[in-house]
């Protein structure tokens, strides 16, 4: 059980990459004062915690309603995943890429920081494929979402001292990280992939 909450939290903080998140938010509150800035980091990661246990929760549930195969779908997300993850390795970093999105102060909290940047294309797709799985039951979305609140309050307490970190790593540093992120985010993707494969194989000639 210690195992796979471990291997999620690890692979939540691939997809979610706290310490990318940091320019962003920087880049974005930087008109605000501090209290402002702890106001807009709070309503951000509520957002983002509602979002993703939305696709925790309801995923597997649509993808029945929708007649999908699980291997088909692990798959298809591992694929999406892969590609996710070559954008972070090879485009852009999430830091220069995110900070160039246009938002209106009012709505900071929500765009870019709450979405795309904490909860990600890749986030969603992530609880989805962690929770679409055969035998996934109650004590399971429990564990998914205890990795995922260790994530999210992570996240969260990393956005209340940003100006010290990026005061520490500076925005090449946290491109690095976020490239890292992305290299392991590749290998969940491929054995992602590799798992819907088996599946489908396994069921198929059975």
Do not use: C
């Amino acid at each position: 059980m210690f195992e796979t909450l471990l291997s999620q939290v690890i692979v939540l903080s691939a997809v979610i990459d706290p310490i990318g998140t940091i320019p962003v938010y920087l880049a974005k509150t930087a008109s605000f004062s501090p209290v402002e800035q702890g106001r807009i980091a709070k309503k951000a990661i509520l957002i983002a915690t509602i979002i993703l246990l939305f696709f925790l929760f309801a995923g597997k549930l649509t993808l029945e309603q929708l007649d999908i195969e699980i291997a088909a779908f692990q798959v298809a997300g591992g694929l999406i995943l892969f590609l996710f993850a070559l954008t972070m390795v090879f485009g852009e970093s999430k830091p220069h890429q995110e900070i160039q999105l246009e938002s209106e102060k009012t709505s900071v909290a929500v765009f870019p920081i709450a979405v795309p940047s904490i909860a990600s294309p890749g986030a969603m797709m992530t609880l989805v494929l962690l929770s679409d799985k055969d035998g996934y039951v109650m004590l399971d979305y429990l564990g998914t979402t205890v990795a995922l609140f260790s994530v999210l309050l992570v996240t969260y307490l990393l956005l209340l001292v940003a100006n010290d970190i990026q005061r520490w790593i500076g925005l090449t540093g946290a491109a690095v990280i976020s490239r890292v992120m992305g290299l392991i985010l590749a290998a969940v993707a491929i054995n992602n992939v590799l798992f819907g494969l088996q599946n489908f194989f396994s069921t198929s000639f059975v």
